[in-house]
């Protein structure tokens, strides 16, 4: 089994930063990909930013000016470090790993970006 603890998010204003954290632990060989998603209220779950193990990085059109996502493989632990935060960007913050087997959820966190 593979748990996830993401941490960092909290209520920010319009222009701020925040940093996510998400650890994984459990029984596990290796993750290949992890990544962060968010979903906002009525809508569906969205791919904000994924890093490969070897630190290939993929980013939403959305976030990719003004986000790094980066990893610790000795710690099992991905980052998203988010800049000039906006309101859009409000939502449910989701850290998923997988090794092209299985893929494991985070419980979530919640960003909110007041305006």
């Known amino acids: 089994q593979v748990q996830l603890v993401e941490s960092g998010g909290g209520l920010v204003q319009a222009g701020g930063s925040l940093r996510l954290s998400c650890a994984a632990s459990g029984r596990f060989f290796s993750i290949n990909v992890m990544g962060w998603y968010r979903q906002a209220p009525g809508k569906q779950r969205e791919l904000v930013a994924s890093i490969s193990s070897d630190g290939n990085t993929n980013y939403a059109d959305s976030v990719k000016d003004r986000s790094t996502i980066s990893r610790d493989n000795a710690k099992n632990t991905v980052y998203l470090q988010m800049n000039s935060l906006k309101s859009e960007d409000t939502g449910a913050y989701y850290c998923?790993?997988?090794?092209?087997?299985?893929?494991?959820w985070g419980q979530g966190t919640q960003v909110t970006v007041s305006s």
């Open positions: 998923s790993a997988e090794n092209g087997r299985w893929k494991v």
